[in-house]
Nanobody
Framework: QVQVVESGGGLVQAGGSLRLSCTTS??????MAWFRQAPGKEREGVAC????????NYADSVKGRFTVSGDNSKNAMYLQMNNLSPEDTAMYYC??????????????????WGQGTQVTVSF
């Protein structure tokens, strides 16, 4: 059974930090990404992590603040979020694919999704 599970969300004040985790099982995923969706807004890609060569890719809105990483031995991915702002408030989703997507797309079509973890940043 394939599972994709996010954790680590919560409530934080502006300027604070959170670390999200995505754990997977059932398949070896070679490309994984973080997406987010705020109420009333479209879903947007945030960051991508490629297992082969540890490639990474980021949305412009989070460059310099967010860092994506992975633990290939655990088939896991993480998102370290620093200097958070209220505009980062959203449900964050982990997406995974068992294909090697060499361009590590942050808005690509991923086959497997988690249920999401809520991140709320207060003023």
């Amino acid at each position: 059974q394939v599972q994709v599970v996010e954790s680590g969300g919560g409530l934080v004040q502006a300027g604070g930090s959170l670390r999200l985790s995505c754990t997977t099982s059932g398949l070896t995923f070679y490309t994984m990404a973080w997406f987010r969706q705020a109420p009333g807004k479209e879903r947007e890609g945030v960051a991508c992590y490629g297992r082969i060569g540890t490639a990474t890719n980021y949305a412009d809105s989070v460059k310099g603040r967010f860092t994506v990483s992975g633990d290939n031995s655990k088939n896991a991915m993480y998102l370290q979020m620093n200097n958070l702002s209220p505009e980062d408030t959203a449900m964050y989703y982990c997406a995974a694919d068992n294909r090697v997507l060499w361009d590590c797309p942050i808005n690509g079509e991923y086959d497997y999704w988690g249920q999401g973890t809520q991140v709320t940043v207060s003023f």
